[in-house]
């Protein structure tokens, strides 16, 4: 007789959501689909000689500590070169006993939801938000609460304080957000400042994609603008170094940073500090700063292909966004029909994509479709648009939709 597993399972493991990004990448095998579906970075960006010769010398000078436990908070010499880096890029001045070293950025939005979120509490996102905060979330039985535009915020706050059920934190992501590429404006920023001032709260300001600007004009951070210490900043090498060293980063004031510490002693002691080691002599080095050129010039060309296979082939009625920096683009179709009966055709055309709806906690995005540029081949962009637009073509015939 099997034992029961799930008459044990904890409401936090029964309120954990899958990934539907990971669930795609699991079931798509044939070789023949191309899929638009992964937020991978392209292989072509990643420094591979730089890091044989800082590897190299890594073992040669230290293998002990590089091959040793790392302290909680991150090899120090990590987190200064990061300090430099917000100077630099934000002109923010951080002490290192600010900046924790997370595995991952994935690992920084699960601590946070953990430090904060109670069973049944709230959390302001904006809708569309990153499916990976959105999971975070429910892992800790929150209740994310969406909001469309920066003018509703406040009375989406107010409502819900009237309700006694306040939003514990507002969890934006400024820059070319995911899946949108969108961005927020200098006064969408200081706005959600001043909304969250009003009502004593703190912001979780992700910025996985904002070094990887191909167009325009950079807009400050949240985080440059704050004056008051209610902003917490989180960022990652996974886009802009490599994804397979997982480091990720968490920049806040004393408390938040000395209970994220606590966390992430519960869940991992540490971050390998070999992966470490690497990334600081790489920021050291300045190849980091020259390395991003090459994927800003790389990510434009293959967004710019995107975007003219879109006009290319894709029949009337469909529309979607123009980033300028990131790794995705949002596609809409007509309000009337859904991307998941596309999805079903579009399998069969081989070519993927990631839903929309996974990531609108209030249920809506049935009409959207996440596009990702930066891995698939030039040739593959306009052969997969090429696929997907037939598979649209189809859809309309089946539902009967004509565009006017």
Not at 16 to 36: A, E, G, H, K
Not at 150 to 155: I, R, V
Not at 354 to 362: E, N, R
């Amino acid at each position: 007789m099997s034992v029961n597993i799930q008459q044990i399972l904890s409401k936090n493991a029964l309120n954990m959501r899958r990934s539907s990004i990971r669930d795609l990448l699991s079931v798509i095998t044939s070789p023949d689909v191309i899929s638009f579906g992964g937020g991978f970075p392209n292989a072509e960006t990643f420094p591979v000689e730089e890091l044989k010769q800082i590897m190299m010398d890594i073992m040669n000078e230290c293998p002990a500590k590089a091959l040793q436990y790392s302290t909680t908070e991150g090899h120090p010499g990590l987190r200064k070169e990061l300090a430099k880096m917000v100077k630099r890029t934000q002109g923010v001045d951080v002490d290192i006993k600010n900046i924790l070293i997370t595995t991952a950025s994935q690992q920084a939005l699960d601590l946070v939801a953990r430090i904060f979120v109670d069973p049944g509490d709230t959390v302001l996102c904006e809708l569309p938000s990153y499916l990976g905060a959105l999971q975070a979330i429910y892992a800790e039985q929150g209740e994310p609460v969406g909001f469309k535009n920066y003018d509703e915020m406040d009375k989406v706050i107010t409502d819900l304080t009237a309700q006694g059920r306040k939003p514990k934190y507002i969890y934006l992501v400024p820059d070319f957000r995911n899946p949108s590429g969108t961005t927020m404006t200098l006064e969408e920023r200081k706005l959600a400042l001043e909304v969250a001032r009003k009502h004593d709260m703190i912001i979780i300001e992700d910025s996985p994609y904002r070094d990887i600007r191909f167009e325009g004009e950079p807009v400050p951070t949240i985080l440059s603008l704050d004056t008051d210490g209610r902003v917490v900043q989180l960022g990652t090498f996974s886009k802009t170094f490599v994804p397979g060293f997982r480091i990720g980063w968490v920049i806040g004031p004393d408390e938040v940073i000395n209970r994220l510490i606590v966390g992430k002693q519960c869940s991992d002691l540490c971050t390998p500090i070999m992966s470490q080691m690497i990334a600081e002599r790489y920021l050291a080095s300045g190849h980091f700063d020259k390395n991003l050129v090459k994927i800003a010039d790389l990510y434009r060309t293959k967004k710019s292909k995107m975007i003219s296979a879109l006009e290319r082939y894709m029949p009337k009625g469909v529309e979607w966004t123009n980033p300028e920096g990131g790794l995705f683009l949002l596609v809409s179709l007509p309000e009337q029909l859904s991307t998941l009966d596309l999805f079903n055709i579009a399998i069969k055309e081989d070519v993927a994509f990631v839903l929309g709806t996974s990531f609108y906690c209030d249920g809506g995005g049935q009409n959207s479709m996440r596009l990702n540029f930066s891995y698939a081949s030039d040739e593959k962009i306009d052969e997969g648009i090429c696929r997907l637009a037939n598979a649209v073509k189809k859809l309309y015939e089946e539902k009967g939709y004509k565009a006017e």
